[in-house]
């Protein structure tokens, strides 16, 4: 059984509960093991870093130097692209500057080389034992889905540290999503920013990030939209409804109410459901939707995914 | 120090030089904030070849930066514009220029931190709505958030939150 020390991260708790339960699904399913760093805090991004570049290296470090102590032979995953970003940098600066190693451990108070790597789902999933590993639990499939994958900045660049190969079009995501029987599109916003960091401090600024990647993915055909990161996924969600609003708001020449337009349901033929791709896989592992609790995504995903099983019988099964 | 000298060593400290930059443009034509910021990240590194520091701590571009990475990917010569934002933001901030909004949430965001040990999106929106004076921004969110249970009012600190305060006191410090 492959063993991995687990910083789940700030979002896990709270707004990413589906992609946390999918995660814990899918590799209970493949028997890898992620072991949670004990008492794990904040990694401070994308706020700490910012503020002091002692700080931003400070916070990542102790869980990263906890799990170091404690499983010194043990590789870090985070299900977050920005917890990823931070202690990839923490860990890479650690290992090649030398007065960063030093301010590190002198505010940390104990010893952490960086011995071992810092990997997302993505890069897990995607070895060769594991997608094998990831085929065989596959308990059903689907026809017909669409999917646009979005990867989002963090996980792919910068690309010395993160390894991924194809950085205008990676494609880990896509070979995953393939597996189940989803149809990866080609479309341009894989690795484009969605702006998340900046979702509370220049919200007015950032709302044409999510709505390109949005009205792309939908002009390409894709039916959902995966996501690698649960920043992504609530930018992406949250947004929906309230560009589209005021977007028709503005064709039809009326004032637009933010407010009143955000309480308005999302009208399905205008928005697209954002799945994690832990999620998808999941599914098609044989989660249902209420395991998943799938209800608490902000665009409803439920019909969607039950059309497009490959087997019609497991629409029943579903939900 | 004069002003030249100053920029001069955030470049270094950043790696990047100024004439690295031939000011092609492709950071700033992927750069996906560049239509919001003063001048996009091919504006920036011109203001450093003239020798314009002003500009640069004054600009709304050092705080709009997401720090995609965009730019120094597509760069040909491999000019690291997100690393010189960053630098340019400490001297910014040394400076005590600010911009409000960034200002409040990266405060309201590291003492959430501090007194948690961890952070909540949505109390952290909450709080910064509160600070910042902007108390409908998100909030039709709210109740589905509650709903779905997506939310807990109930925080629970991690056990070495006073750890981690005296950890983020100490790496304040180590910057003064
Ligand atoms: S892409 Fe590089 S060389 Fe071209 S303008 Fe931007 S920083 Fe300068
Ligand atoms: S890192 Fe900053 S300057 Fe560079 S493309 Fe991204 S937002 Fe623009």
Redesign the interface.
Known sequence: MKRYAYFPG??S???A?STTLANEFVFGALGIDLIEIE????C?A??????????G???PA?PLAQAEEEWPDLDIVTGCASCYARLKVTNHRVRTDKEARF?VE????KPYEAKREVLNFLDILSGEDERKAVENALLRRFKNLKVACYYG??NV???ELTGVED?ENPQAMDELAALTGAEPVDWGFK???C?A???????F??R??AA?IIENARACGADIILTACPMCQ?NLE?RQS?YIRKREDKLRGKPSF??FS??LPPDPNETIPVLSITELLAIAMGAGGRRL?L??H?VPVGNVISKAFRDENESEVFI | MTEHETLNELMEKADVRQYDCYQCGKCSGGCPMSDAMDFGPRGLMRCAQVGSLGRILNSDTIWLCTGCHACVERCPHDVNVPALIEEARYEAMRRGIKRHDSDVLNKTFVSSVRTFGRNHEMLLAGLYNVFAMKPIQDMASVPHMMKKKLINPLLKPIHGTSEVAELIERAERWDK
Do not use: Y
Request: glycine share 4%; proline share 5%; charged share 25%.
């Open positions: 700030c979002a708790e709270s707004t509960k008492d794990w805090n904040c401070g994308t706020s700490a870093h910012t503020l002091s570049d002692t700080v290296l400070a916070l102790r301010i002198k505010v940390l108070g900045c963090l660049r910068p690309a950085r690795s484009e920013c702006g960091a900046h979702q509370n401090d220049a919200a600024e950032t044409p990030l390109r609530l949250m309230e933010p407010l955000m309480v609790e209800d608490a902000f």
